[in-house]
């Protein structure tokens, strides 16, 4: 059974990086049928798509974000992770990381999330 | 891209329906029959319920019903149950591999 665990600091300072990696277990991240992908929920807002990577390093990003994003993959790792540079306290979230499909464009495996704090 | 338009509420008795729309544009919504739905209980994952507009993932019950037309989608919830208490987002594909989230509607069992 396919699981996804985030891990990644809870606290990170104005102006910095955020970074947080996703560990895929139970099948291979190696697929040609999904791409993985993160996901943040604000405080007291809805959900909010910040982009996926495809196992070759192929990367696809929310428009809004895009110039502070950075997804990554580490096949050998089973790993891919998000980088989120110049952060301001409107970056403090949820963040999920999910497997989406590839051809029909749904997230049907979640992580639990992980809370970020932006603040000094 | 703009987030997809939900009302924020939706409610009803035990037993009853609730129907909830999801509006976008022609360039999401309208122009993909790529919509899914998540169910979102505060503090745990999102759950995905339906995708391509109408499915459901292996078991999900058949009282979650998806539809659209034109620019906008829409849950129906029958034989409502205490545990269908939860948030509810829609999502489209929007080209070029972008997702659109909608804004979330809150369901409450009364």
């Known amino acids: 059974q396919l699981q996804l665990q985030e891990s990644g600091p809870g606290l990170v300072k104005p102006s910095e990086t955020l970074s947080l990696t996703c560990t895929v277990s139970?099948?291979?991240?190696?697929?040609?049928?999904?791409?993985w992908g993160w996901i943040r929920q604000p405080p007291g807002k809805g959900l909010e798509w910040i982009g996926n990577?495809?196992?070759?390093?192929?990367?696809y990003h929310n428009p809004s974000l895009k110039s502070r994003v950075t997804l990554s993959v580490d096949t050998s790792k089973a790993q891919f992770s998000l980088k989120l540079s110049s952060v301001t306290a409107a970056d403090t979230a949820v963040y999920y990381c999910?497997?989406?499909?590839?051809?029909?464009?749904?997230?049907?495996?979640w992580g639990t999330g992980t809370t970020v704090t932006v603040a000094s | 891209q703009s987030a997809l338009t939900q009302p924020p509420s939706a409610s009803g008795s035990p037993g009853q329906s609730v129907n909830f729309s999801c509006t976008g544009t022609?360039?999401?919504?309208?122009?993909?029959?790529?919509v899914s739905w998540y169910q979102h209980h505060p503090g745990k994952a999102p759950k995905l319920i339906i995708y391509?507009?109408?499915k459901r993932p292996s078991g999900v019950p058949d009282r979650f019903f998806g539809s659209k037309s034109g620019n906008a989608a829409s849950l129906t919830v029958s034989g409502l149950q205490a545990e269908d208490e939860a948030d509810y987002y829609c999502?489209?594909?929007?080209?070029?591999?972008?997702?659109?989230f909608g804004s979330g509607t809150k369901v409450t069992v009364l």
């Open positions: 990577v495809y196992y070759t390093g192929i990367t």
């Open positions: 139970g099948d291979s991240i190696s697929t040609d049928y999904y791409y």
């Open positions: 999502s489209s594909y929007a080209g070029t591999n972008i997702f659109v």
């Open positions: 022609s360039s999401d919504v309208g122009a993909y029959n790529y």
């Open positions: 999910a497997r989406s499909s590839y051809n029909y464009f749904y997230m049907d495996v």
């Open positions: 391509e507009v109408t």
